[in-house]
């Protein structure tokens, strides 16, 4: 009974070991979208004071020059609205609102997370604007913060992660890392379980 007792804890002991590195895990994870404004399937009638994107965490503006940060306003007729000017804010980017005729519009959005990674997404919104709005002029390109537009190189956001499902994807090398923690855990509870059993027969022998 005493060695199955010591069997036992051996293993708990190593379930604990895992569990605690499954809780430990997210810190390794990258930043998630929280919440937006206008949230993603929503109809407004007015413009909300800026349009902004707002994470898990605070962003990271490591350079100073809000590079790998952008936001963008697009209809339906691929036409951009905004002056292409936005602020990152602790674990927000956000632009001016501004917005044409009525219709189906998105926001595209790409941030650097507090790690280090690049995330990205849309929201989807509709618009339709009470008679006290005041509509704007689209752009055929990208409007530049302080005039003209974004050339080519300007980095997009990402099409392989530009659903707002991929955001809160754990990227491949936190998945390599969780999985190598959790393979040496279960190494060990069975390296620990195969010593207790040997333990037990040399007991039984010796009884
Ligand atoms: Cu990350």
Not at 175 to 192: D, K, P, Q, T
Request: proline share 4%.
């Amino acid at each position: 009974m005493r060695r199955i007792t010591r069997t036992g804890a051996a293993l708990s002991a190593a379930m604990i070991a895992a569990l605690v590195l499954l809780v430990a895990a997210p810190a390794y994870a990258h930043n998630y979208l929280v919440t937006s404004n206008p949230e993603e399937g929503s109809t407004i009638t007015e413009l909300p004071a800026e349009f902004s994107v707002t994470t898990n965490d605070t962003l990271l503006d490591l350079s100073g020059d809000a590079g790998g940060f952008a936001i963008q306003i697009t209809n339906d007729s691929g036409e951009y609205f905004g002056d292409g000017c936005f602020a990152i804010r602790d674990a927000t980017l956000s632009t001016g609102a501004a917005l044409g005729a009525a219709g189906d519009y998105r926001m595209e959005w790409q941030v650097v997370s507090a790690d280090g990674h690049t995330i990205s997404g849309e929201v989807g919104f509709d618009w339709q604007p009470d008679s006290s709005q005041t509509l704007s002029e689209g752009f055929t390109a990208p409007p530049a913060c302080g005039g003209g537009t974004l050339d080519e190189a300007t980095p997009e956001p990402d099409e392989a992660s530009s659903s707002a499902d991929a955001v809160s994807t754990v990227d491949a090398s936190t998945v390599v890392l969780i999985a190598s923690a959790i393979a040496l855990v279960l190494v060990a509870a069975v390296a620990i379980f195969l010593i207790s059993v040997r333990r037990k027969k040399t007991d039984d022998t010796n009884d």
